[in-house]
């Protein structure tokens, strides 16, 4: 019953290192979501995919890129890693039909510092 | 862009008391989510009210969602210090395509003290 899965847990870089934090879904849900949580800012969209193979995206996306590596995987790249990009960062997914929002199932977080 | 007015920001109360977090917008949603995290966890969802004056209850817990679908609110009665975490409300796009994205209010951090 594993639902959302987030690697790492945790993760500390320098300014100007790269990676990428993964997340896998159990659920069959064809849309996932990437989120970046910061004190007093709720939840941000990073980017999204409604469906394999489709991107887009969300509110903060400059510094990220994202691929939906089939139907239960969505990962999030750094390319060149920035303090102002430490953060918790959330993966979703959700069942999307017709115009309707689902619940989004959450991860457990990945805590990114930057030095 | 659409936006969620979430507040209070920060609410401190004594173990009994009654408590309500406002969630306002002015942009019309489909339908509206509420959901509570714990420290070191992702957001689990309590409730989604869909039908503008819709009220939905869970346990000690009231959901609200205005006529006009603009706004909400959630109302615990009696608090616990089990109650004690982050509140986020969360709308879901009307109109359009919305492929289930929703805009998050900034959160309530709700601590009871017993």
């Known amino acids: 019953n594993a639902g959302v899965t987030q690697t790492p847990k945790f993760q500390v870089l320098k300014t100007g290192q790269s990676m990428t934090l993964q997340c896998a879904q159990d659920m069959n849900h064809n849309s996932m979501y990437w989120y970046r949580q910061d004190p007093g800012m709720g939840l941000r969209l990073i980017y999204y995919?409604?469906?394999?193979?489709?991107?887009d995206k969300g509110e903060v996306p400059n510094g990220y890129n994202v691929s939906r590596l089939n139907k239960r995987e969505f990962s999030l790249r750094l390319e060149s890693a920035a303090p102002s990009q430490t953060s918790v960062y959330f993966c979703?997914?959700?069942?999307?039909?017709?115009?309707?929002?689902?619940?989004?199932?959450f991860g457990d977080g990945t805590r990114l510092s930057i030095l | 862009t659409q936006l969620l007015e979430q507040s209070p920001q920060f609410l401190s109360i004594q173990e009994g008391e009654n408590l309500t977090v406002y969630c306002n917008s002015s942009?019309?949603?489909?339908?509206l989510q509420w959901y509570r995290q714990e420290p070191g966890e992702g957001p689990v969802l309590l409730v989604t009210v869909v039908t503008g004056g819709e009220v939905k209850k869970l346990k000690r817990l009231t959901f609200q969602f205005g006529d006009a679908r603009k706004d909400s609110s959630l109302h615990i009665t009696a608090a616990q210090t089990g109650d004690t975490g982050l509140y986020l409300c969360a709308g879901a796009n009307a109109g359009g395509t919305s492929y289930g994205k929703l805009t998050f209010g900034q959160g309530t951090i709700l601590t009871v003290h017993p």
């Open positions: 995919s409604a469906s394999e193979g489709t991107t």
């Open positions: 979703a997914s959700s069942v999307v039909q017709g115009q309707g929002a689902q619940p989004q199932h």
């Open positions: 942009s019309v949603f489909s339908s």
